[in-house]
Nanobody, 115 residues
Framework: QVQVVESGGGLARAGGSLRLSCAASGTIFSIDAMAWYRQAPGKQRELVATITGGGNADYVDSVKGRFTISRDNAKKTVYLQMNSLNAEDTAVYYC?????????WGKGTLVTVSS
């Protein structure tokens, strides 16, 4: 069983920064892809960024140049550095961990950006 826990959300001002963390725990030998999603009020959940086991990253266009995803395989943790935040980034951010053909989700962490 794999547990996934996000942290680092909170309130930020427009133009500010936040760093999210997502830690996986359990009997895990090698995590495949890790990803961040977000769901804004009244909207569908969207993919924000992904990172493969080899470290290749990809981003949704709206965050390119502002967000950076990274991972620490030894710590089984993925990060999302968010800079130049704007009100449209307000959402609950979820982490997804892919392991042995299954996906595991955290409960999310709320990011609120005030304009």
């Amino acid at each position: 069983q794999v547990q996934v826990v996000e942290s680092g959300g909170g309130l930020a001002r427009a133009g500010g920064s936040l760093r999210l963390s997502c830690a996986a725990s359990g009997t895990i030998f090698s995590i495949d892809a890790m990803a961040w999603y977000r769901q804004a009020p009244g909207k569908q959940r969207e993919l924000v960024a992904t990172i493969t086991g080899g470290g290749n990253a990809d981003y949704v266009d709206s965050v390119k140049g502002r967000f950076t995803i990274s991972r620490d395989n030894a710590k089984k943790t993925v990060y999302l550095q968010m800079n130049s935040l704007n009100a449209e980034d307000t959402a609950v951010y979820y982490c997804k961990v892919s392991y042995r053909l299954r996906n595991y989700w955290g409960k999310g962490t709320l990011v609120t950006v005030s304009s």
